[in-house]
């Protein structure tokens, strides 16, 4: 009986506990694979719903918002990147949420995806950070007033 209460009560404190709808890794995937299957991963296999779709320069852009209580508050812009000379587009994924504890989290998980601090400044709106490798810069964005911030995942030109 003791073990049922305890399993329980784990299993509700799992449901009732939030926290951020994607992972580091999951943005750098994003960047990686095409828009067709990005879409599926984030409407079937994550909360979110594509919001609308915008053309800028010729690159289509796609707008994601979250669908439960829990990621409301989170959004994620895709698609938008850098042409390059070869018919290979480099993606750029945003994330974007107003829980700052989000943020903080995907920062220890950049860190210990043994990225490199490239840099970390300030300017008058937010505290900046920097990290990269040889596949991806990730710069991170967590508002003054802590009221919420941005990862944005560049994917590299990787040239064998």
């Given at each position: ?9 784990l299993?509700s ?51 994601y ?5 829990a990621?409301k508050?989170?959004s994620?812009?895709m ?11 480099l ?24 990225l490199?601090?490239?840099?970390q400044?300030?300017?008058?709106f937010?505290?900046?950070?920097i ?20 990862v ?9």
């Open positions: 009986m003791k073990k049922l209460l305890v399993m329980l009560i299993c404190s799992a449901v009732a506990s939030r926290a951020q709808s994607v992972s580091m890794s999951d943005l750098t995937n994003l960047a990686t694979i095409n828009m067709t299957d990005a879409n599926y991963f984030l409407t079937t296999g994550k909360p979110f719903k594509q919001e609308y779709s915008q053309d800028v320069n010729g690159l289509m852009l796609r707008h918002v979250g669908t439960t209580a990621s508050c989170e994620v812009v698609g938008d990147g850098i042409k390059t000379s070869t018919p290979l587009v993606h750029i994924v945003t994330y974007t949420s107003t829980n700052t504890k989000y943020i903080l989290e995907l920062i220890d998980q950049v860190k210990s995806a043994e490199k601090k490239s840099f400044g300030a300017d008058q937010n505290h900046i950070y990290f990269d490798n040889f596949l991806y810069t990730v710069h991170v964005y967590i508002k003054t007033d802590n009221s919420g911030g941005t944005k995942v560049e994917q590299k030109y990787y040239v064998e």
